[in-house]
């Protein structure tokens, strides 16, 4: 039987609480979970409306942070600005042959592709 979603991807975060600030405050996810786990918070997050959650996982201290996550966003410039007055650093926005991008890291080191939904 094929695939027929992804449900969940695991991000790797040192503090689940700092992830959780990041995550809700800074790029306006909300919580899908957050329910008790024998190795901390099964913690799950998503843009509202979003099928595939983002685990926001403490238990694994050796996985090394992932990158090239794309994610969309309506308005890049905004996204721009609320990284900024955050204190996030990013690349772009910038026109590529494929559309506009701008490129941040979580506070953990997991990348982010972000292109004009």
């Given at each position: 039987?094929?695939?027929?979603?992804?449900?969940?991807?695991?991000v790797p975060v040192a503090?689940?609480?700092?992830?959780?600030?990041?995550?809700?405050?800074?790029?306006?996810?909300?919580?899908?979970?957050?329910?008790?786990?024998?190795?901390?918070r099964w913690l799950t997050?998503?843009?509202?409306?979003?099928?595939?959650?983002?685990?926001?996982?403490?238990?694994?201290?050796?996985?090394?942070?992932?990158?090239?996550?794309?994610?969309?966003?309506?308005?890049?410039?905004?996204?721009?600005?609320?990284?900024?007055e955050n204190e996030i650093?990013?690349?772009?926005?910038?026109?590529?042959?494929?559309?506009?991008?701008?490129?941040?890291?979580?506070?953990?080191?997991?990348?982010?592709?972000?292109?004009?939904?």
């Open positions: 039987m094929p695939i027929s979603s992804i449900l969940t991807v695991t503090d689940q609480e700092r992830a959780l600030g990041f995550y809700t405050g800074v790029l306006g996810f909300e919580v899908r979970t957050d329910d008790p786990f024998p190795m901390g997050v998503a843009p509202k409306g979003a099928g595939t959650t983002l685990l926001l996982a403490s238990w694994f201290p050796g996985m090394a942070p992932i990158g090239g996550l794309v994610v969309g966003a309506p308005d890049l410039d905004a996204l721009a600005a609320r990284l900024l650093a990013f690349e772009g926005p910038s026109d590529q042959a494929w559309g506009r991008q701008l490129l941040f890291h979580d506070p953990f080191g997991n990348g982010f592709v972000a292109g004009q939904a």
